[in-house]
């Protein structure tokens, strides 16, 4: 991942402040066997390790916070409820899995979805954060959404998956059905654009260390 992948990783945090827990490959794939024999502690599990990425790929695509948060639990029910129909493939994560299905679901919920709208209210207050962090945050997570409506509904899609979900581009295509290089070539195209439009609102400070 080049800096400027890390960066665009780093911003999208703001859209779900708070630390999200380290994958273990292996360890999900003892959850997802658990919560299929009906152990209700390893769904929960699967929720805990995966609800941020998924609420910071999915909010992009909403019109609101609320709407965000229903898309997000419909998408985990029906992941739980279908993880008969998983299967593993290498190189390829149970996140990337699951966003497939909270991409569909956003897509269907969502008819503004080719318009471009957004809401932002203010996120409840965080007892992980400080008052300065808390407004910072805030800064940013209003200033990626808007600079996220600026680009084609796909193309955000695509976009809000790779650095909000920290995907591969591999499992972008796979959970969107383009190809990879399309993937990539999209990634390459947007976040240069982003960063400016980033950069214009929040100043320099905000993102520097931009590579070239």
């Known amino acids: 991942m080049t800096s400027i992948d890390s960066l665009l990783v780093h911003l999208f945090a703001a859209l779900a402040p708070g630390a999200t827990a380290p994958e273990d490959d292996a360890e999900v794939l003892r959850l997802v066997g658990r919560a299929r024999q009906g152990d209700r502690s390893a769904g929960e599990a699967l929720y805990r390790l995966h609800v941020r990425r998924v609420f910071r790929a999915v909010r992009p695509l909403c019109r609101s916070e609320q709407e965000t948060e229903e898309v997000v639990q419909e998408s985990f029910v029906r992941a739980l409820a279908g993880l008969g129909g998983y299967r593993p493939r290498p190189g390829s994560r149970f996140v990337s899995w699951l966003m497939t299905i909270a991409a569909n679901v956003a897509r269907r ?20 954060l400080q008052p300065d962090e808390l407004l910072d945050s805030q800064r940013r997570r209003a200033a990626l959404l ?65 590579s070239a």
């Open 146 to 210: 808007e600079a996220l409506a600026t680009l084609a509904p796909r193309d955000r899609e695509v976009v809000s998956m790779r650095y909000g979900s920290d995907l591969s581009c591999a499992e972008v295509a796979e959970a969107t059905g383009l190809s990879e290089v399309n993937v990539r070539k999209i990634c390459e195209r947007q976040r240069r654009k982003l960063l400016e439009l980033l950069e214009a609102k929040l100043g320099a400070a905000e993102t520097a260390g931009r």
């Open 109 to 128: 919920r969502s008819r503004w979805f080719r318009r471009a709208v957004y809401d932002c209210p203010a996120p409840e207050v965080s007892h992980e």
